[in-house]
């Protein structure tokens, strides 16, 4: 039996108004995130890669209340999380918490170790300062710093130490969902293993469900247990990491893959190197949005927008090319490869 859901998105899109190039102009925006359907389910890792500007954080912001999707439903815990009232959302969001990619600039360097940690402690009320104390030098201790630490400064501590720090401050209300956005991208890479580490103790030991962005695909493979391939803000691959590694189908996951040397694919595919920059989401492709830098790419896909079709279990992708079904349009002659 599968495990239960504990939060699912369903169509989310995320716009963001931007301005215009002169003051009159029309007003534009970026399509961050789009159409975007998940489960994450409790207890898992779930994964999130793609390249710089494809979604990922807005995704992620989205799926914790930290921005509102422009159309779509987030779910938690079976909770619409944008139809609660504003006392319901600020309960339900101590369930949720984030760790940021920069301990640098994400700990106010005013404050000590204490009032950093127990910040959101003091914040939610109701317990006595000794509690709070009591309860930081727990966390202290399960991050692998002590109490010592207690009264010293964010400047005193290296850039894997802080992380140790927001890490506590992240979990000190008990959260059962943790978003962890490039949670070692800003730290030095000797350190990079002991605060991967840390977090995979602590999922263990606290039963938390985790959503992990990552640049790193050799680091997504081994901690995620689903995940999503983004690009421009849609979902182009989806399901459980082991079938997308195993045998990855959209084009933009064979180049995202092929392009890291270390990830021994069992089913090793041929290199696809990608052309050009990743276009702008402010007017994306109205067909699929990887299809200019596609080597694929067939008259079908400049149009026609793919949809994510389950291929095998747990294994969702969205491409023409690579969907049975387009397939035969293909060999019937309606589709042709485009010539880009
Ligand atoms: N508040 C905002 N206002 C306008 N545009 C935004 C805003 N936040 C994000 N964007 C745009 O939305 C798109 C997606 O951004 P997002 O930060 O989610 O990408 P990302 O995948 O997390 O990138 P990175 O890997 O660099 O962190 C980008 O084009 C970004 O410029
Ligand atoms: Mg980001």
Redesign the pocket.
Known sequence: MSKPIILSMKNVSVH?P?KGALPFSKKRV?S??SDVSVDIFQGETFGIV??????????A?AMIGL?RPTSGEVLFKGNKLYSLSPQEFKEIRRDMQMIF?DPFSSLNPRFNVYQIISEPMKIRGGASVDEMKKRVIELLELVGLSEKDLYRYPSDFSGGQRQRIGIARAIILNPDFLVC??PVSALDVSVHAQILNLLMELQEKLKMTYVF?S?NLAVVKSICDHMVV?YL?NVMESGSTKAIYQHPLHPYTNALLSAVLDVDLDNKKERILLQGDIP??INPPRGCRFYQRCPYAMKGCVDKKPALIEIEPEHFVACHYINPFAQEEINAGLAKPLNL
């Open positions: 963001f931007v970026v961050a995130v793609g390249e710089s500007g494809c979604g990922k954080s807005t995704l912001n921005v990619q956005d490039e962005i640049h983004m803000g702008s989401p």
